[in-house]
Nanobody
Framework: VQLQAFGGGSVQAGGSLRLSCAATGRTLSRYGTGWFRQAPGKEREFVTGISTGGGTNYQDSVKGRFTISRDNAKNTVYLQMDSLKPEDTAIYYC?????????????????WGQGTQVTVSS
């Protein structure tokens, strides 16, 4: 199983990016998928997740700005990030969980992508 996260980059505050998480060897629609991020000097934190049924959960700081979605045909999960802020700067990781549900705990995810850097300048 491999997850590949890509789409990061450098943008100015207020800009947008779309991250993608593509999987091989695992059908993402059969498991909950999460996006996490880790900023320099900080612990990894849950950003958002999507369940097999399409239910979603967002960290309060990204509600209304970030949108998670899934394309089952492409076996890919997306993270649309709008109105980006400098505090969103981090390495973003996607992860595939053990169950069909969303969980905010990193230890509940079996497979992780390599991470993609997002840098937001003011």
């Amino acid at each position: 199983v491999q997850l590949q996260a890509f789409g990061g980059g450098s943008v100015q505050a207020g800009g947008s990016l779309r991250l993608s998480c593509a999987a091989t060897g695992r059908t993402l629609s059969r498991y909950g998928t999460g996006w996490f991020r880790q900023a320099p000097g900080k612990e990894r934190e849950f950003v958002t997740g999507i369940s097999t049924g399409g239910g979603t959960n967002y960290q309060d700081s990204v509600k209304g700005r970030f949108t998670i979605s899934r394309d089952n045909a492409k076996n890919t999960v997306y993270l649309q990030m709008d109105s980006l802020k400098p505090e969103d700067t981090a390495i973003y990781y996607c992860a595939s969980g053990r169950t069909k549900f969303i969980t905010t705990r990193g230890r509940d995810y079996d497979y992780w992508g390599q991470g993609t850097q997002v840098t937001v300048s003011s």
